[in-house]
């Protein structure tokens, strides 16, 4: 069985509740507080060994990772980002040196984003290093975009480049918040999800969840430096990693045809934008080569369970 | 430095907000939704090895303290519980079926407390299960209930008995939710903890944020069953294991005399209560014995950091 699997089991049992609007299963739960006033609540744990690696990264950017991965998750809604508690285990016999450093990257990414941290826990434990963050956020009188809503006819668009982000962007990306703000504020998005998985596994949520299909353009996947230089030490394609690589952080959303029209032309977008592909009725995602062939492309998927 | 230094340190450089009505060093955080209404705030982590072992406990009742000690959090604060989203950090080639069972034990206390789980976060990594927790809560139009508000002549008392929690009480306890809310809504409760550290240590931390101190009867702190079994095998005092043990999970709290006595006259009260102290102006805890003699007690620490 694989996380998604888990995740759908633990939400079969989920009760329901008025005032949950999104409960298991998106980036960001979200909760009515007061009329169409919501809180979005995301959680992200991140652990030595699988989100950052001791030998290679400082405390500091582990503490900004772990606040920039729950921004990116609260950038996904379009929402703005307010508020986090962090818990933190500690090993025994952590240097208070390094516990300070790690809280001042904590610190810096949440003031860089305006979050005030309001909580938390510090616990130790044998061994390995673990940080949570549970953030919240607000809708800001703004609709919250989920990613059931894609629309058959939508372009799916990206922000950024995509692929190669172990070589380092995985820890110090900046999570796009201000992009998906003012995404949901001057456009009719209709879906969005943030890359963590990759974008042809996150693409993938967005399809089982909307209920459609879609097809990318092999040409039009932006592929990031660092993806070529993975490529030539692995002997994948760059687009391979563009295509299956996670942590990229990156915003990949669907939106009417005549609204990505709009954005396109809209001159101060913060990023890079590129229009990758459209939402169609099938089912799963088809690439499209420049001969206009299409062929069909699998999520490669990651078992947590035996 | 220790845990309460450094959680000192991190909050000198909390930013301020007018929203945030407590922020950190309390059981809960608290954020202002609307007028007096208040959103708690609770995280928790609990770390295997040092909060449940996985030769003594199921993944059930591992599930279960994860979501009972959150619940604590907020039944210290007398408020009402409502959400939770909970991550979990899997070994690696955990089995489909501990995690469906740590999972069921998640969500039988829940329910039985009618909290919702709302989202989460599934990771796994090398070695060790960690789970956290965070909750929230609302404070129904009562006031919230913070360790900063103990006054001069105020009564100390105390839900349940103490000590020996190690022997299997700190996994199977009831957090006290109803009783913190019965509290609330009844009486006039100055300020509210719930024994985690252990009762002096615990106590500790309302003198220091209420400016005051307090006298203990040595022959009035409620002993438990357990405490007294513990004491046999480890050769210190019953009494030594009520007033040091950790995970109690009883709420300490203090009250003016007169509510203290409408409190003690009260029928239905679903607990044991216990009168065990009082607050004085001076500073730290004093212990006084039957003779009537006053001796100093202090917290026995523990150090996280080098």
Not at 16 to 42: E, F, P, Q, W, Y
Not at 168 to 197: A, Q, V
Not at 260 to 267: A, D, I, M
Not at 271 to 281: F, T
């Amino acid at each position: 069985m694989d996380e998604f699997s888990f995740i759908k089991w633990i939400k079969s049992n989920q009760k329901k509740d008025k005032n949950i609007a999104i409960g298991i299963g998106d980036d960001c739960a979200s909760i009515r507080i007061n009329g169409d006033k919501m809180l979005l609540v995301t959680t992200d744990m991140l652990v030595e060994g699988t989100h950052f690696d001791l030998k290679k990264n400082t405390p500091g950017e582990i503490g900004k990772k772990s606040i920039a991965c729950s921004i990116s998750d609260i950038a996904a809604m379009g929402c703005s980002a307010k508020y986090a508690v962090v818990s933190i285990c500690f090993p025994h016999e952590t240097k208070i040196k390094f516990a300070k450093e790690l809280y001042r990257g904590i610190n810096e990414m949440a003031n860089a984003f305006n979050i005030k941290i309001i909580g938390g826990d510090i616990v130790s434990g044998k061994k390995i290093l673990v940080v949570n963050v549970t953030m919240y956020g607000k809708n800001e009188g703004l609709k919250t975009i989920t990613r059931s809503g894609a629309k058959v006819d939508d372009v799916i668009m990206i922000t950024g480049e995509l692929g190669g982000s172990i070589l380092g962007r995985h820890i110090t990306f900046k999570p796009r918040l201000k992009e998906g703000l003012l995404l949901n504020k001057k456009f009719n998005i209709n879906s969005m999800i943030d890359i963590s998985d990759g974008l042809v596994a996150d693409l993938g949520h967005i399809l089982e969840k909307s209920g459609v299909g879609a097809v990318l353009y092999e040409d039009e996947v932006p592929i990031s430096a660092d993806a070529e230089t993975l490529a030539r030490k692995t002997g994948s394609s760059a687009l391979h990693h563009a295509l299956h690589d996670g942590e990229d952080y990156e915003l990949l959303f669907t939106l009417p045809c005549n609204e990505s029209k709009k954005l396109l032309s809209y001159r101060s977008f913060p990023v890079r934008l590129s229009k990758i592909g459209y939402i169609n009725e099938s089912e799963g995602i088809k690439m499209q080569n420049s001969d206009g062939k299409l062929k069909k492309i699998k999520s490669l998927g990651y078992k947590h369970f035996k």
